[in-house]
């Protein structure tokens, strides 16, 4: 494990919110986290371990404190929509994919501007199937384009077959993804079939890599995150590599998860940000990151910050926000913060029958330093809305 100079200027406040943050998290240890038996997913204990081989640990500076009104409701861009990717095309067009909260579609959104979301209409563009693989809980879709082709990433199950979970591609060959035909690709390939989830998709210097969530060979955790060479749609280069697996107490709290992978490349770094814990009030995300110029797929190009940047704010009434990805504003230059949270504690039942996870999106920030600040304490504020010259 490598240690290195702390790029932020403060490591005290966020301890103090982390602090404060532990404290919420235990009083609500009553609420449980019942997730479907489809995840295949096994209690966690809630001492952390060590962190995992190839990673470095590094303090992230808390944001600004920004006060805000305890009556203040967070306003959501789609309600009822969690792990919310907003694709934007390099015309400045939007396209909204989420999941939906009966587990059981894929829909699509289209809008010439970020806002414009709120309003668009929702279509369907695939349902699950009656049986068999992909018949249930469908998670987590993303879309991408690329070979001149828009791709869906996604995870299902097979009904009534517990850790059946695994990452399917629908493809469409249309110029708009809200036409035409989706096929279904079939299973994404990996060395190892088991519980699987969270694939996104990026490119760096001509090679697309594949970013997932899997559970570890040896089986002691529900997920880790790991990455590799795209070299089709629907497989995975031969070297995987685990980039984090969750081993901080604050990564295992109700179970032990790395997920939600999301990838943003600015200021000589590729910044991946994911979620981690259960999905009530203790999800929360981290950060990992590599250089630009590094080799990817060596685990010890990559460095974590043993604290998350993300996590519930009670007087915002934010709680368990996580499963982020990133876009641009209407501006094309404003980085925008894409997210899911609730914005009350107690839930209507478990994590994931309760459908109130909505998306919401603020203006993504960076430290002096470079590096991405989600605003840990500031309310979302408004994003900008003139395109660029």
Not at 61 to 67: G, Y
Not at 116 to 133: H, N, Q
Not at 297 to 321: A, H, V
């Amino acid at each position: 494990m490598k240690f290195i100079a702390n790029p932020f200027s403060s490591f005290l406040a966020i301890s103090q919110q982390l602090s404060a943050f532990t404290g919420l998290r235990l009083a609500g240890l009553a609420l449980g986290s019942c997730l479907l038996a489809a995840c295949g997913e096994s209690k966690a204990p809630t001492t952390a371990g060590a962190e995992s081989a190839g990673t470095s640990s590094v303090a992230v500076e808390a944001a600004p404190t920004s006060e805000a009104a305890v009556d203040d409701v967070p306003v959501a861009l789609v309600p009822q929509r969690a792990d919310p990717q907003i694709h934007r095309t390099q015309d400045g067009h939007y396209y909204f994919i989420a999941t939906a909260p009966n587990f059981d579609r894929i829909q699509l959104r289209s809008a010439s501007s970020l806002q414009g979301i709120a309003t668009a209409e929702e279509v369907t563009v695939w349902e699950k199937r009656e049986s068999g693989t992909m018949s249930e809980n469908i998670w987590a879709p993303e879309i991408h384009r690329f070979n001149n082709t828009w791709y869906i990433y996604f995870a299902a199950g097979e009904k009534g077959v517990g850790g059946s979970i695994r990452m399917y591609v629908l493809a469409n060959e249309s110029a708009d993804p809200m036409q035409g035909e989706w096929k279904e690709l079939g299973l994404v390939k990996t060395a190892r079939d088991s519980f699987s989830l969270d694939a996104t998709v990026f490119e760096h210097k001509g090679q697309r890599y594949l970013v997932w969530a899997q559970r570890d060979p040896e089986g002691t955790m529900n997920s880790a995150l790991y990455i590799a060479t795209l070299d089709s749609p629907t497989q995975v280069g031969e070297l995987e590599v685990e980039i984090t697996r969750p081993t901080l107490d604050w990564e295992i709290q109700g179970y032990k998860v790395n997920e939600g992978a999301a990838v943003i490349i600015r200021n000589g770094k590729i910044f991946i940000s994911y979620s981690a814990s259960a999905t009530d009030h203790r999800y929360a995300v981290g950060l990992v990151w590599a250089d630009v110029d590094a080799n990817l797929l060596d685990k010890n190009s990559w460095q974590k910050s043993p604290t998350p940047i993300f996590f519930t704010n009670e007087k915002l009434k934010r709680f368990g926000p996580g499963h982020n990805s990133f876009t641009l504003a209407d501006d094309g230059k404003t980085d925008v913060l894409v997210y899911h949270a609730r914005d009350y504690m107690a839930l209507q039942g478990s994590p994931l029958s309760d459908p109130n996870r909505h998306t919401y999106v603020r203006p993504l920030e960076w430290t002096a330093e470079g590096f991405p600040d989600f605003g840990q304490d500031k309310p979302d504020a408004p994003l900008p809305t003139n395109p660029a010259p």
